[in-house]
Structure formats: structure tokens, C-alpha cells
């Protein structure tokens, strides 16, 4: 179990290099990391939610948190609002892969106890962006975070963001990129689907099949 901190340069075989394509001179000189390296292979969906839900969308993200777990779908995400907190601990209690990417410096951080059982497993990966200087988030760092999350993810599930939230116009950068996005079928999120996210049906089904193809 690969708990101690590495760091990833630019210049190493594993440093993603769709980062480069996408953040330009954003683009980090290395990534810190605690954790199995080779989660990075496994083409995680993001998962990017607002941090205002409406009680409805509470209620099917629960229900789609559940799905990818079974399905053992790997997901990656920041997992600092509260939705996407329960969901994160909705999925670690399964066996899939998650990458969670802090909007701070690895260095000095504490790791849930709750966390630990899926490092030991293998099935839980850290990563951050930001040098080691970095020891609380800010709003500056979580946007640059949600974008290197996405740009890691094949895909992106935002199950809610709010006409004139961050995450909105996260999504709109998004678009732009010709990231695919998805979002759940619900009339708050009108927007969204106008903007050119598509609905969820199909994508957790899609996903199950090419992880047992994979086997």
C-alpha cells in the first residue's frame, strides 16, 4: 500500500498528458500523490456537483452513487461539496476505483480514517495539482482543480449546477472543450441540457459493460 507522497514531474511516463492539451500554461509542473498510480489508467468519470442541490436531485444522486458502485465504475472528483462528500462515501463502500483530488497541497493532510481501508486495497488515489505551500483550499484553487478533474475523467456527471453557479460555467468551458457531460433528467436542470449536456440514461449501463468486457 502506497501511502508516502510522490510526486509525478512532467517529464515522468505517468504524468497525464491530456493536461497539457487542455490547461495550456495552467498546466502543473508535477503531481503529488498518495496512492495506486495505476488508478490513472482506468478512464474515471467526474463527478462534479453544485453545492446548493434541490431536494429532488438529493434524492437520484443517492440513487446513481449506488448504480456506479455496483457497477464498479471508477470515479474521480474533488468531493468537497456536500453532495459530492456523500457520494463519496456512498462508493467507497464498494470495490470500484476513485480518485479524490483535494483543492489544497497533499503535503500535511490528514487522511480520513474512513479512507484508509481502500488504500490498503489499492482502490483509492490522491492526487493535487498544487505545490506543497498550498495548505487550505481557496476559491481560485477549486476552480483549477475542478478543471484538472475534469480533464483527467473521460466523461462528467454533473447531477446538478445551478444557472449561475461556478459549476455552470465550469460546464460551459466544458462544452467548449467537447468534454462530454451528463447530467440527470430532471426539469432543474433545463439549463444544463440547453447548454448541451446529455441525460444520464444509458451512461452507468454503457460503463458496466466495458469494466465486465474488461475482465
Known amino acids: 500500500m502506497p501511502t508516502s507522497l510522490v510526486w509525478l514531474s512532467s517529464s515522468d511516463s505517468s504524468f497525464p498528458p491530456q493536461l497539457a492539451q487542455y490547461l495550456g ?24 456537483c453544485s453545492v ?15 448504480q456506479l458502485r455496483e457497477a464498479g465504475v471508477p470515479v474521480i472528483g474533488g468531493f468537497h461539496s456536500p453532495m459530492e ?34 488504500l490498503e486495497e489499492d482502490r483509492l488515489l490522491y492526487l493535487s495539482p498544487f505545490s506543497d505551500k498550498l495548505r487550505r483550499p481557496t476559491v481560485d484553487s477549486a476552480l483549477l482543480r475542478n478543471r484538472f478533474v475534469a480533464v483527467l475523467a473521460e466523461q462528467i456527471l454533473v447531477p446538478y449546477a445551478g444557472p449561475n453557479s461556478k459549476t455552470f460555467d465550469l460546464c460551459r468551458v466544458l462544452i467548449s472543450w467537447k468534454k462530454p457531460i451528463y447530467t440527470l433528467s430532471n426539469e432543474t436542470n433545463a439549463a444544463l441540457v440547453d447548454l448541451g449536456a446529455q441525460l444520464i440514461d444509458g451512461l452507468v449501463t454503457s460503463k458496466r459493460g466495458s469494466e465486465k468486457a474488461k475482465a
Open 52 to 66: 446548493k442541490c434541490p431536494g429532488n436531485i438529493i434524492l437520484q444522486t443517492y440513487d446513481l452513487a449506488q
Open 85 to 118: 462528500r456523500e457520494c463519496l462515501r456512498i462508493l467507497l463502500r464498494g470495490s470500484q476505483r476513485v480518485i479524490v483530488c483535494p483543492a489544497r497541497a497533499l503535503q500535511g493532510m490528514r487522511i480520513p480514517s474512513e479512507h484508509k481501508s481502500a
Open 25 to 48: 500554461d495552467k498546466v502543473p509542473s508535477r503531481i503529488a500523490s498518495i496512492g495506486n498510480l495505476d488508478i490513472l489508467k482506468s478512464k474515471p468519470i467526474a463527478l462534479i
